[in-house]
T-cell receptor
Framework: DAMVIQNPRYQVTQFGKPVTLSCSQT?????MYWYQQKSSQAPKLLFH???????NEADTPDNFQSRRPNTSFCFLDIRSPGLGDAAMYLC?????????????FGEGSRLTVL | AQSVTQLDSHVSVSEGTPVLLRCNYS??????LFWYVQHPNKGLQLLLK??????LVKGINGFEAEFKKSETSFHLTKPSAHMSDAAEYFC????????????FGQGTELSVKP
């Protein structure tokens, strides 16, 4: 049974047209993460929530925003996608921050920008 | 500061032969180390983790890794490759004093030939 579910799996948008990606989890984990992964690269952390506490990485562009309305759901908003934002976006959860590095990942949302 | 270096960007083996994926780490502290696997267009899955208990760690799907402090290595091995092992493998260390955030190696792509 899927525990971290991302929608949509594939998203095509136009340059500058806002996009929202969603993530839901059935694990009741406190921490949720958003990673960006470009082709043939390692995942790059954009931000994470520890419960409702939002933590932005210093080099995450302002173009990326996130919302976590409740424990189960988290959203990634890209306000004005550029060609360089085309990537796989991975949502992950963990039981607690620093919880021995074990993250549970969704299958990802692949964003194409035309 | 913590870091990981995966020594091979691509490894190719024949089905039924051993697999060796190499990882060296750098850490000022006693590290927690992990191997994650990513199949094409999928999220990441934890293969195994070392958190200062036994130095030989067994994971899923027949993989294991040995923590060698003297060599600062955490190489991943499997006695006999299967076609389904073809994937990208990431060696990961946690960022000790930053809430356990993950630091990824650049990844090793494993190909398995029939």
């Amino acid at each position: 049974d899927a525990m971290v579910i991302q929608n949509p799996r594939y998203q095509v948008t136009q340059f500058g047209k806002p996009v929202t990606l969603s993530c839901s989890q059935t694990l009741n984990h406190n921490v949720m993460y958003w990673y960006q992964q470009k082709s043939s690269q390692a995942p790059k952390l954009l931000f994470h929530y520890y419960d409702k506490d939002f933590n932005n990485e210093a080099d995450t562009p302002d173009n990326f925003q996130s919302r976590r309305p409740n424990t189960s759901f988290c959203f990634l908003d890209i306000r004005s996608p550029g060609l360089g934002d085309a990537a796989m976006y991975l949502c992950a959860t963990s039981r607690a921050r620093g919880a021995s590095g074990e993250l549970f990942f969704g299958e990802g949302s692949r964003l194409t920008v035309l | 500061a913590q870091s990981v270096t995966q020594l091979d960007s691509h490894v190719s083996v024949s089905e039924g032969t051993p697999v060796l994926l190499r990882c060296n780490y750098s850490s000022s502290y006693s590290p927690s180390l992990f191997w994650y696997v990513q199949h094409p267009n999928k999220g990441l899955q934890l293969l195994l983790k070392y958190t200062s208990a036994a130095t030989l760690v067994k994971g899923i799907n027949g993989f294991e890794a040995e923590f060698k402090k003297s060599e600062t290595s955490f190489h991943l091995t499997k006695p006999s490759a299967h076609m389904s092992d073809a994937a990208e493998y990431f060696c990961v260390v946690t960022r000790y004093n930053q809430g356990g955030k993950l630091i990824f190696g650049q990844g090793t792509e494993l190909s398995v030939k029939p």
